[in-house]
């Protein structure tokens, strides 16, 4: 059974600063790792997904990095704004394809 | 292409009544997945479903709660005999696929359902 964790829980940062969330996981038969944010009371919006051949995926100021290998993923955010303020999950789908999502990390980006 | 939809937003029910809760997927996925968020945790796997089979529904309780995707009309699922316990936000995705590398989820804004 897959289990998603995800370092760190909560995260506050003045605006401006590069920032790493990491998302690790048990089952390296990953089908793909989808990266999404929540803002509070809203639904999760898709930021990146990463296919099980693919080792990074780009849009804009993130960037996220996936390694099989040692069962890990890395979300990183570039120039923090306040508008990234917001909790981010990661869901890794291993070999049962059954999506299972991480806690998340709440971000603070304070101006 | 409109997004995933479901209806209602917000939904209050009191101990004893059923819930029914609606998903309508993008237009062209056939697959679809529920979650439960539960205040202060994560998001939980409920159900897979495709067009009229279900999946996989190893995280939805065995009792009280059913799920659907007919041929033709939304995904529902179904809450009978509401407690308190069952007071969540519900979010279903959906995907064109259900496996392998192409299986993106598309979520929908939830239904916050309150059990007084």
């Known amino acids: 059974k897959q289990e998603v964790t995800q370092i760190p829980a909560a995260l506050s940062v003045p605006e401006g600063e590069n920032l790493v969330l990491n998302c690790s996981f048990t089952d390296s038969a990953i089908y793909n790792l989808q990266w999404f944010r929540q803002d509070p009371g809203k639904g999760l919006t898709s930021l990146l997904l990463i296919q099980s051949s693919q080792r990074e995926q780009t849009s804009g100021r993130l960037n996220a990095s996936l390694d099989k290998s040692s069962g890990r993923s890395t979300l990183y955010i570039a120039a923090s704004q306040p508008g990234d303020s917001a909790t981010y999950l990661c869901?890794?789908?291993?070999?049962?394809?059954?999506?299972?999502f991480g806690r998340g990390t709440s971000l603070i980006v304070h101006p | 292409n409109a997004g995933v939809m479901q209806n209602p937003r917000h939904l209050v029910r009191r101990r004893g009544q059923e819930a029914r809760l609606r998903c309508s997927p993008m237009?062209?996925?056939?697959?679809v997945y529920w979650y439960r968020q539960l205040p202060e945790e994560g998001l939980k796997f409920m159900v897979y479903?495709?067009?009229?089979?279900?999946?996989?529904e190893s995280g939805m309780p065995k009792e009280r709660f059913s799920a659907e995707f007919p041929k033709e009309g939304p995904s529902i699922l179904r809450i009978q005999q509401v407690v308190r316990g069952d007071s969540a936000a519900y979010f279903c995705a959906s995907s064109p696929t259900g496996t392998g590398d192409h299986n993106e989820q598309f979520f929908g804004p939830g239904t916050r359902l309150t059990v007084l």
């Open positions: 869901d890794g789908s291993g070999g049962s394809y059954i999506p299972t």
């Open positions: 237009k062209g996925h056939s697959h």
């Open positions: 479903l495709q067009k009229e089979n279900i999946i996989d």
